[in-house]
DNA sequence: AAGCAACCCAACCGCCGTTTC
DNA sequence: TGAAACGGCGGTTGGGTTGCT
């Protein structure tokens, strides 16, 4: 049974020769992508003309990238999947160079064994049932007596510990985290003008940094707003409010490191926060995130949530518009941001413990550093900005 | 060396939305 | 306005290759 298009000729199936090729390349070379259905009669092939395209789009393209996919393409492949699942045409666009049917037989022939030897569902990217209970139970080769570890340590099958999970969180150390070169990935521009930001710390600004930033978080830390961790090179600035519109800062600074298990590669994640009261309006947290943390963190969110994560996604071109994202994720309390909303009131925020629960899973044991947001607050690590009014973790929220 | 299984990937199939007549 | 043609997409197939016994 042939194509519509071709159901009345007789046409040659199966692999093409090279001759075939030669033929198909010269006429599109000199015509160029033309009406497909009349191309096998003036290209003298006798092939479908949807078979012709096939060809053209899948192997003659002059601007097809050959040879095995790379740790970044891998990396996209399962941030864009995770997002849009079996959406192979799209996630290709996020790929110069390759094809639709190359970026679906990589992943039935790779990443998807891979994702189910760690216990992930390659439709969902969650735990598979399995994993997920020898998580929760503190089972498995990764049991170290410590169940609250073992769910929120993320592990890979590949490292020598035998845990059933992709990513690790470990060392919270800044040695540690210094030993993790940076990816060699850029991420897409933010979304605002840090310009306008860097001269006047003192407005209240939700807002997001990549790599290329990392000039600009300096300057920040050079002037005091920040703590000094913008070694690690640019990452997401983050506000607080509480639920009555006080500005919240931590007077603490952290950091974690991400292990991506897939790829072997780490990535860190550092908190900076703190004396911010010498900035009158200046009211916020810092967060540097590099490039891996930031994709696991925005990955790691959920469709329909929003946050932090669900920005990166749009910022990296992840997120289009067949994905509803919700309310505005960023917003100005000044209305000076070029993505804010403006009002500085965003509503349906998710709230830090959202995000820890849906990052790190929970608290973690003495050598591995969770977002240990309880232990922060018992600490008394949070406080009141400018309003200086005391508030616990559970009213904080995202500023938009 | 032969047989077999697993794997990879190019190509096909069938459906759907859009365009054309 | 409806049918046919077309282009595009995701799922599936099957032939070639590779590795193992």
């Known amino acids: 049974m042939g194509h519509h298009c ?20 010269r006429y599109i070379t000199a015509h160029g992508q033309p009406c497909w259905s009349s191309v096998p009669k003036h290209a003298g092939l006798e092939r479908c003309g949807k078979s012709c395209r096939l060809r053209w789009i899948n ?11 790379s740790e970044q393409e891998e990396r996209t492949i399962l941030d864009v999947h995770r997002i849009l699942g079996n959406r192979w045409a799209q996630i290709a666009k996020h790929l110069p160079g390759r094809t639709d049917n190359e970026v679906k037989n990589f992943w039935n022939s790779c990443i998807k064994k891979k994702l189910i030897a760690q216990g992930i569902d390659p439709k969902t990217h969650n735990l598979l049932p399995a994993a997920s209970k020898n998580l929760l139970h ?7 007596n410590n169940p609250a570890s073992a769910a929120g340590q993320f592990q890979s099958s590949s490292n020598s510990n035998g845990s059933t999970t992709p990513f690790t969180i470990s060392s919270p150390t800044k040695a540690a985290v210094a030993t993790v070169a940076p990816p060699a990935v850029s991420m897409a521009p933010a979304l605002y003008d840090y310009n306008n930001v860097v001269p006047n710390p003192g407005a209240s600004s939700g807002m997001l ?7 600009a978080a300096m300057q920040l830390q050079q002037q005091g707003v920040y703590p000094s961790y913008a070694d690690n090179g640019g990452g997401v600035l983050m506000n607080f409010r509480d639920q009555n519109n006080h500005a919240a800062s931590m007077s603490m600074s952290m950091s974690m490191d991400f292990m991506n298990a897939s790829s072997n590669s780490s990535s860190s994640m550092e908190l900076a926060a703190g004396g911010m009261t010498n900035n009158p309006g200046m009211e916020g947290m810092a967060a540097f995130l590099d490039d891996e943390a930031a994709a696991m963190w925005a990955t790691t969110v959920e469709e329909g949530m929003s946050g932090p994560g669900m920005l ?5 071109g992840l997120v289009q518009d067949e ?8 917003g100005t309390s000044n209305g000076g941001g070029p993505v804010g909303n403006g009002n500085g009131n965003g ?10 629960s849906a990052v790190y899973g929970g608290a973690a044991g003495a050598t591995t550093t969770a977002f240990d947001l309880e232990l922060m607050e018992s600490c008394g690590m949070f406080y009141g900005g400018s309003a200086g009014t005391g508030m616990g973790m559970e009213q904080l929220q995202w500023d938009y």
Not at 138 to 144: R, S, T
Not at 312 to 316: A, G, V
Not at 347 to 356: I, L, N, R, T, Y
């Open 312 to 316: 990166l996604q749009q910022q990296q």
């Open 347 to 356: 509503k349906g925020a998710m709230d830090m413990m959202d995000v820890s």
């Open 138 to 144: 503190g089972a498995g080769a990764n049991n170290n």
């Open 59 to 69: 192997y003659l393209r002059p601007d097809l990238k050959r040879g095995a996919f």
């Open 323 to 330: 994905v509803v994202v919700g309310p505005p994720l960023i």
């Open 6 to 25: 071709c159901s009345k000729q007789k046409v040659k199936r199966g692999l093409w020769s090279p001759e075939e090729d030669e033929k198909l390349l």
């Open 209 to 215: 940094m990549g790599h290329e930033h990392a000039a």
